[in-house]
């Protein structure tokens, strides 16, 4: 069996004890973004081609899908602290190698792989850790949507300020490609304690399984929609800089920075308009949102073509609205379809596909010298339609209602 690291009871009377989690996983997912507004600069310092730096994106899932895989499956058996204090830690580790960045490019990838592993764990057993310390007696005046809300806010928030932050040190500030990492060191370390001090929740340890991940609902709904929740950001803030580099010659970087905190901003802004649970129909948003993220791509290829920055702009907003919404229509989704012991597991897989969405730039990279750049994006929105439609359809088959789809009962109360 595996032996968790000596941790002191938390208290259940404590106060609000969701800031905690909400403040951990603020500074995880910060970790994961702020190598973003970098990637230009990585290009014109370090010379760098585009397939190269896209690649670095392609790194970072690699450590992200194996960590959502485990570590929500992990933490059901053994308990939300000691997995997320592991992804804590791994936060850290990335931030130290990527301030080494400059010494080359294992330096970088090993960075991007711990920061997979950091946003993948605190992504993972944040969200499950997050919705059940804001029902029952950790909140009783929450309504059944807080807990998707919260998560998918603490993670639109850390990664725009991580975004921010490397930006604006990238485009005027001193050391550019070490200082960003050093704030984030300096800044996450105090909260780590934070993690062993909040109230577990995983309840009696389960079978090492996602006995859900077999529901309809899942596969023809939550599976479909999941990658193009992260084809929206990788386009936006990942590849489109690249796309308008010359357009944006001199302030790429501030442009890129730009673009994130724009789609990461109106992301969190849009969020809480998605209420309770009864009040909303999770299916209707995820088709909402898909739609929304194919016409941002849409609009992505129009500013490649007519190299507008305006218009990339307005494709940042575009997709933060799709972000929001389907991020917590998604979550809340997953939430009515697991069981209280496979809850972080399924969530796990649910990020582990979405994340797949992130692997869209070095693809189009990579078929952008046959292609060129505009064609492939347009085969993109095809792709999109086409997605929306399958929603559609399955939507009309599949309701909430089915016996297959359980509504998740509360967790039992920590010991």
């Given at each position: 069996?595996?032996?968790?690291?000596?941790?002191?009871?938390?208290?259940?009377?404590?106060?609000?004890?969701?800031?905690?989690?909400?403040?951990?996983?603020?500074?995880?997912?910060?970790?994961?973004?702020?190598?973003?507004?970098?990637?230009?600069?990585?290009?014109?310092?370090?010379?760098?081609?585009?397939?190269?730096?896209?690649?670095?994106?392609g790194v970072y899932v690699l450590g992200l899908i194996p960590a959502f895989l485990l570590s929500g499956a992990l933490s059901d058996r053994y308990g939300r602290r000691p997995v997320m204090f592991g992804g804590v830690l791994a936060a850290l580790a990335a931030s130290t190698a990527l301030a080494f960045g400059e010494t080359g490019?294992?330096?970088?990838?090993?960075?991007?792989?711990?920061?997979?592993?950091?946003?993948?764990?605190?992504?993972?057993?944040?969200?499950?850790?997050?919705?059940?310390?804001?029902?029952?007696?950790?909140?009783?005046?929450?309504?059944?949507?807080?807990?998707?809300?919260?998560?998918?806010?603490s993670f639109a928030l850390g990664s725009a300020t991580g975004a921010l932050i490397a930006g604006l040190f990238a485009q005027w500030g001193p050391w550019p490609l070490q200082l960003p990492f050093v704030i984030h060191l300096v800044l996450t370390l105090p909260f780590a304690w934070l993690v062993l001090r909040a109230p577990e929740t995983a309840g009696v340890p389960s079978t090492f399984r996602v006995s859900t991940l077999g529901n309809r609902r899942f596969l023809r709904i939550v599976a479909v929609a999941a990658p193009w929740l992260f084809v929206a950001p990788s386009v936006t803030y990942g590849y489109l800089p690249v796309l308008l580099e010359r357009t944006t010659a001199?302030?790429?970087?501030?442009?890129?920075?730009?673009?994130?905190?724009?789609?990461?901003?109106?992301?969190?802004?849009?969020?809480?308009?998605?209420k309770r649970r009864e009040r909303f129909d999770s299916t209707r948003g995820l088709i909402a949102a898909i739609a929304l993220i194919t016409a941002g791509v849409g609009l992505a290829a129009t500013a490649d073509h007519l190299q507008s920055a305006t218009i990339g702009l307005v494709t940042a907003a575009v997709m933060g609205?799709?972000?929001?919404?389907?991020?917590?229509?998604?979550?809340?989704e997953?939430?009515?379809?697991?069981?209280?012991?496979?809850?972080?597991?399924?969530?796990?897989?649910?990020?582990?596909?979405?994340?797949?969405?992130?692997?869209?730039?070095?693809?189009?990279?990579?078929?952008?010298?046959?292609?060129?750049?505009?064609?492939?994006?347009?085969?993109?929105?095809?792709?999109?339609?086409?997605?929306?439609?399958?929603?559609?359809?399955?939507?009309?088959?599949?309701?909430?209602?089915?016996p297959a789809v359980a509504a998740t009962p509360p967790p039992a109360a920590p010991r």
């Open positions: 069996m595996l032996l968790a690291p000596a941790i002191a009871p938390a208290s259940t009377t404590t106060r609000r004890p969701w800031v905690s989690v909400y403040a951990v996983m603020f500074f995880s997912t910060w970790a994961g973004n702020q190598f973003s507004p970098l990637l230009l600069l990585y290009k014109q310092r370090e010379h760098y081609g585009v397939v190269a730096v896209n690649g670095f994106l490019p294992v330096m970088i990838c090993v960075g991007r792989f711990l920061a997979g592993i950091a946003v993948g764990t605190a992504t993972c057993v944040g969200t499950s850790w997050l919705k059940e310390l804001s029902q029952g007696v950790h909140d009783p005046h929450a309504d059944a949507g807080a807990g998707a809300r919260r998560a998918t806010t001199g302030v790429g970087i501030a442009y890129a920075t730009l673009l994130t905190v724009i789609a990461l901003g109106v992301s969190a802004l849009v969020q809480p308009l998605v609205c799709g972000i929001g919404v389907g991020m917590v229509s998604a979550i809340m997953v939430q009515r379809i697991a069981g209280p012991r496979d809850l972080a597991g399924l969530t796990g897989v649910f990020y582990a596909i979405a994340y797949t969405g992130f692997l869209t730039p070095t693809l189009l990279a990579t078929v952008s010298g046959t292609l060129g750049t505009t064609a492939p994006l347009l085969g993109v929105t095809g792709l999109g339609v086409l997605s929306v439609l399958l929603l559609v359809t399955a939507s009309r088959t599949l309701r909430p209602a089915d």
